[in-house]
């Protein structure tokens, strides 16, 4: 099989994900036409060459709907034979779109394809979309839908995390965020987001709190509690997890994702194009996977899609130098470290989703190309990104620097 | 001029054709066979006859409009799922539709400007079921200002949805949340509440109700259409999966209803469907996706189980199906209630709450007054809720007459005793009520743990002595278990039924053994999940698991509730008189370590399996006990310890009935789930044991048998009756039947 090597990444600055947020003004498609524009310029390609892009987008309604893909490529001013699919699978979508552009090279069906991401969730709030999963009577009843928040708190509760673990996961995340954009970690794919005059909006991520600590966060309601109490959820939860007495609520604002605007793209091809275009290949993808796990507990599938790339590559919990899980709970981190006893300094090295927030269609894309910039910043390998998905999902990808 | 069983027509001056509703041969005008092949004339006659410009359909019994459909007719349904089935229960739909369109088709009515005339509904007493479902679809409804008028739909309590599009009319009227609150939970709406809602559309003076909906005929004899028939017609608060507030509305139902029915109840869930789907699509398309819910909802074993015990067989009990025949009806107007503890309160509680006249006694007035402060607290809470007027309140109390005097019996009609679960004590209490009451009177005890064989000894005319189990809170619970002793005449158990019938419990006779029934099953179930406690099962699991079989409250917390002191002094004596027979259930020392050495006897004394604060609030399970018990490292599967806790109720159960404790299936499924709780969406533990088969029943009970101990092992009658091709309902299968 071909081998499908990623050459560049990029991503917007995060931005606050409401109507005071840096990036509000900026369409969902404007934020896809930049990133398009910086992956050509900055690799100065002729975009005929470019023959698929696929973009993770998880409110694909309104501005967003209608295949935003195709619009950004036309938008962005790329050849007519460019195509555009618009990639759905909830909060691993950034990465599955990667993982299909790669797939595509890895197939022979492209030379040369972008996989990314977009979401405007200031704009286009999250949900807006509906769908069948916990409205339709038929879903909701078979698959004991619980709110992700929910899920969090099971997860917790489950895996024996207290609010002081969540909070304490929490507070370093912002610090590693911190220390990351202080020594520049992110400057490689860091393009900043430019207004209508061309005038710079957002040039860094917009929701890191530095001072964040323990008793700060100790303030906070738990987020989920009168959720899960009150309208019948920790009930439904409990009835597929019969063991846990009650459900312990510990994520809130703080130490769950943040709400945040951003897009984000990965030029990806084969080495023949590389070659012949003159780019220089920055990482391989090694394996990839996607799993589906149980649907009420929701969250825990990172592990298991990790250990299904981890076989396909024919490696080990060991082989991987840095893990990047999507921080879209801290329990899911936690669980995940714990499940394939992962030390806290090998994963999210440099903070996550927690501190900078998880724009949900393109956050794949962006902790993806966060990982192709961190292993030639630390001089590493190996890399396994991946998220957690609803519905009882998850996907990965496994890198290796070349 | 007409021939008409079911109903007759009247056509006045003004061309409004009367419609008067009265079903033969029922005790309410239902939806049964003959007025289901009336009724097409009606409708006919309406839309064909240019002499008639309106109706107003309306009751010609003064008791109901119509308490819904005669479920006995759906009982016989084949169940079969297939287009005939189908059609049958769309007949009455397509006649709702084809009276509230006049007939015309929806391109008719929307691009033509066709319109039905109009239909007024004139309602003077409840519509339930099949009767709201008519009254829905009439263009307009009257109903008369009384609040005892009860609106609704209770098809879910018996496993069924309403299928007379009911499910449609409801959220295209009154919004989905409310027509959800209508159709799942079953609970009635009073005219003041429907109108408010928009259910309705006029209350008016009683007996005015005809004359309002002739005259809004009258004024709308052009033609009207419903609203939902109008181009444009939007369900109020909005419907539909593109619909934020709909979507919102269904993501948070979908979760109660299933924290509730924990997926038990198919209806709830089809209802939720018919709601989601139907909502939707236009009137026409709404209407057959609710009636292919209902059929699939009236072809599950649930349903067919719910109707029989929850329906059939609750309201042959309560009308005294067991009352022995050719004594004369026994007007009891005075009750003696002996003892004014906490059952004895709630005895005279709901016996003045009956209307009948009750002396309270005790040994001293301090004791008897308890029995009035019980009730007045509950009426002061009805008062202040706004459920009862001070007045009414007042007249309830005044029924309740407290006295330390056994002369104050002299003139009663029959008398309860609850005193002290001592023979000595009862046996003088006995003496001396009898020396005063007259000779006629019965005399029945509401003991829980005495046989009243033995009771009846102390009785001078053994004849009239009988029991009558009540369980606590009285007033909520809704059993009565009636026990004669060998030598109970029909007088006593007449006396029995006759009194119920006034408190309007529902009855089973029991035989007079240990535990009667209820208490000869409640107790090993209870034993089951001690012992799973003692075997290092967790307990969250254990009380997590009876929910999950839709047991409304976990074994363990009820025991807390009985208290384990109880459990703990009932082993001992039952121990101590039993002697050599006495079989150990497994968890004496668990009891006795619980009562006497870790001070955990029950939510009374402040500890049990659960902590409790010190207003006796629950908080959580008890962390300690794994100090003692520690947690199994491989704990059991959820529905392992549902098996176990289920088969403690059906083994005990079945034992009772082929002991004879019970003298019929019936009584057996109507007091498990009456008594303690039992899932009454099986149908109680003998229909489950039928749904599920009782070859499969002797097999899960034979291997938890081998597992877990002898107390598992089936009764030999369910083998034989396994072995003959019988169930416990029918002697002999149906296929044996047909080939015989």
Redesign the interface.
């Known amino acids: 099989m071909t081998e499908a090597y990623i050459y560049d990444a990029v991503r917007t600055p995060r931005g606050k994900g409401r109507s005071d947020g840096s990036l509000h003004e900026i369409t969902a498609l404007n934020l896809s036409v930049q990133v398009l524009e910086a992956l050509r310029d900055r690799n100065n390609i002729d975009t005929a060459e470019v023959e698929d892009v696929a973009f993770g987008c998880v409110s694909p309604v309104g501005e967003q709907g209608a295949v935003i893909t195709r619009t950004a490529v036309m938008n962005a001013g790329y050849a007519e034979t460019t195509g555009g699919i618009q990639v759905n699978r909830f909060c691993g979508s950034g990465l599955e779109a990667s993982n299909i552009a790669a797939a595509k090279v890895m197939s022979g069906e492209c030379h040369l394809a972008i996989g990314g991401g977009v979401e405007s969730m200031s704009r286009v709030p999250m949900g807006s979309d509906g769908g069948a999963w916990p409205s339709d009577p038929a879903s909701a009843f078979h698959n004991y839908f619980v709110p992700q928040g929910v899920s969090a708190d099971l997860i917790a509760t489950k895996y024996g995390f207290s609010r002081d673990d969540v909070d304490a996961y929490a507070v370093e995340s912002h610090k590693r965020a911190k220390k990351a954009w202080d020594e520049g970690r992110f400057k490689k794919s860091i393009m900043p987001v430019k207004d209508v005059m061309g005038v710079t909006v957002l040039d860094h991520d917009e929701t890191i709190r530095p001072e964040t600590d323990m008793q700060s966060l100790g303030a906070l309601n738990p987020s989920f509690k009168m959720m899960g109490e009150n309208f019948g959820f920790d009930g439904v939860a409990q009835q597929k997890y019969p063991g846990l007495e009650k459900i312990n609520h510990v994520h809130h604002a703080g130490n769950s994702s943040g709400i945040v605007d951003g897009a984000a793209g990965l030029l990806i091809g084969n080495k023949e194009i590389g070659e012949r275009l003159g780019l220089k290949p920055r990482a391989r993808i090694r394996s990839m996977a996607s799993i589906g796990s149980e649907p009420t507990i929701m969250l825990t599938g990172p592990e298991f899609a990790a250990q299904k790339a981890l076989k396909r590559a024919g490696m080990n919990v060991n082989d991987i130098d840095l893990y990047e899980l999507n921080e879209a709970f801290a329990a899911v981190v936690l669980r995940f470290m714990q499940a394939l006893k992962i030390d806290h300094s090998n994963i999210n090295v440099n903070g996550g989703a927690i501190a900078m927030g998880h724009p949900l269609g393109a956050t794949g894309a962006m902790i993806l190309g966060t990982m192709v910039d961190e292993l030639e910043r630390a001089d590493k390998e190996t890399s396994l990104v991946t998220l957690c998905i609803g519905g009882g999902m998850g996907t990965a990808t496994i890198i290796e620097r070349v | 001029m007409s021939d008409y069983k079911t109903f007759t027509m009247d056509l006045d001056s003004d061309g409004i054709l009367t419609l008067t509703i009265d079903v033969p041969n029922q005790g309410m005008n239902v939806w049964d066979e003959h007025l289901m092949t009336e009724f097409p004339d009606f409708v006919e006659r309406l839309i064909s006859d240019d002499d008639v410009k309106g109706a107003v359909i309306c009751s010609g019994r003064d008791n109901a409009f119509m308490a819904g459909a005669d479920l006995r007719m759906l009982e016989k349904n084949s169940g079969a799922l297939n287009k005939d089935s189908f059609e049958e229960s769309m007949h009455l739909n397509r006649l709702f539709r084809r009276m509230e369109t006049g007939g015309h088709t929806v391109r008719q009515m929307q691009r033509e400007g066709k319109k039905a005339k109009p239909v007024a509904v004139a309602v003077e007493g409840l519509a339930l079921g099949g009767g709201l479902e008519l009254v829905l679809a009439c263009h307009h409804r009257v109903v008369a200002d009384n609040p005892k008028i009860k609106l609704g739909l209770p098809e879910v309590l018996v496993g069924l949805l309403p299928g007379g599009g009911g499910t449609q009319r409801t959220p295209r009227l009154i919004g989905l949340q409310n027509a959800a609150m209508m159709c799942t939970q079953g609970k009635n709406l009073n005219p003041k509440k429907a109108l408010a809602q928009g259910l309705i559309n006029e209350v008016v003076e009683p007996g005015k109700t005809v004359d309002a909906a002739k005259a809004w005929v009258k004024d709308n004899v052009k033609g009207v259409l419903q609203p939902w028939d109008v181009k444009g017609f939007k369900v109020p608060g909005g419907a539909g ?2 619909n ?1 507030k ?2 919102q509305f ?3 139902a ?7 029915s ?2 038990n109840y198919p209806a709830i ?1 089809a209802i ?2 018919c ?2 789907e139907g909502t939707s699509v236009p009137m026409d398309t709404a209407v057959a996706i609710e009636v292919k819910y209902f059929c699939k909802l009236l072809a599950d074993p649930v349903s067919k189980n719910m109707i029989r015990t929850l329906f059939v067989n609750k309201q042959a009990a309560e009308k005294g199906a067991q009352r022995p025949e050719g004594i004369d009806k026994i007007d009891i107007k005075k009750v003696g209630v002996l003892g004014a503890g906490l059952m004895g309160s709630g005895i005279a509680h709901v016996t003045a709450k009956a209307g009948m006249e009750v002396i309270s006694l005790d040994r001293s007035m301090e004791e008897a007054e308890k029995s009035v402060a019980y009730t007045k607290k509950i009426l002061d809470k009805n008062v202040s809720r706004g459920r009862m007027t001070q007045e009414q309140a007042e007249a309830f109390l005044a029924r309740i007459t407290p006295t330390d005097n056994y002369d104050d019996l002299k003139d009663v009609d029959l008398i309860i005793e609850a005193v002290f679960e001592r023979p000595d004590v009862k046996a003088d209490v006995i003496k001396k009520t009898e020396a005063v009451i007259g000779k006629n009177v019965v005399f029945a005890s509401n003991t829980s743990t005495l046989p009243i064989g033995g009771l009846a000894k102390s009785s001078s005319r053994p004849d009239q002595f009988i029991g009558m189990h009540f369980f606590s809170p009285v007033e909520k619970m809704p059993l009565l278990e009636i026990i004669p002793h060998e030598g109970t005449g029909d007088l006593a158990l007449a006396a029995a039924f006759d009194y119920n019938k006034k408190i309007r419990k529902t009855p089973i006779v029991v035989k007079d053994v240990r535990g009667f029934f209820t208490n000869r099953v409640f107790p090993p179930y209870a034993n089951e999940a001690s012992l799973l406690v003692t075997e290092g099962v ?4 254990i ?3 009876a ?2 079989l839709g047991l409304p409250i976990g074994p363990l917390a009820v025991t807390d509730e009985t208290t384990l002191k109880l459990g703990y002094d009932i082993m001992t004596s039952t121990k101590e008189e039993m002697g050599d027979e006495y079989v150990p259930t497994g968890s004496e020392e668990f009891y006795e370590n619980m009562v006497t050495k870790w001070d955990r006897a029950g939510r009374r004394f402040g500890a049990g399996f659960y902590d409790y604060d010190e207003d006796g609030k629950r908080l ?2 008890w962390k300690g006990m794994t100090d003692h018990y520690p947690l199994a490292e491989e ?1 059991p599967s ?1 529905e392992e310890v549902m098996e176990r806790l289920l088969y403690a109720q059906l083994i005990p159960t079945a034992n009772c009935y082929a002991e004879g404790v019970v003298p019929d299936p019936q009584s057996a499924d109507l007091g498990a789930i009456f008594g303690w709780g039992f899932p009454p969406y099986t149908g109680g533990p003998l229909s489950y044991i039928d749904t599920i088969g009782l070859e499969a029943f002797i097999t899960t009970a034979d291997n938890l048998a081998q597992r877990h101990g002898a107390r598992f092992t089936p009764p030999q009658m369910f083998r034989d009756k396994a072995k003959a091709g019988e169930t416990i309902y029918e002697k002999k299968a149906k296929n044996d039947k047909k080939a015989a």
């Not at chain 2, 979908?254 to 509730?260: C, D, F, I, S, T």
Request: aromatic letters at 6%.
């Open positions: 999966s593109m934020p709909a979507v269904f993501v948070a979908n979760a109660m209803a299933l924290k509730e924990k997926n869930k939720m469907s709601l989601y967790s307990m969250a699991l009380e997590n698991s929910s999950l959580g399970l704990q959820a």
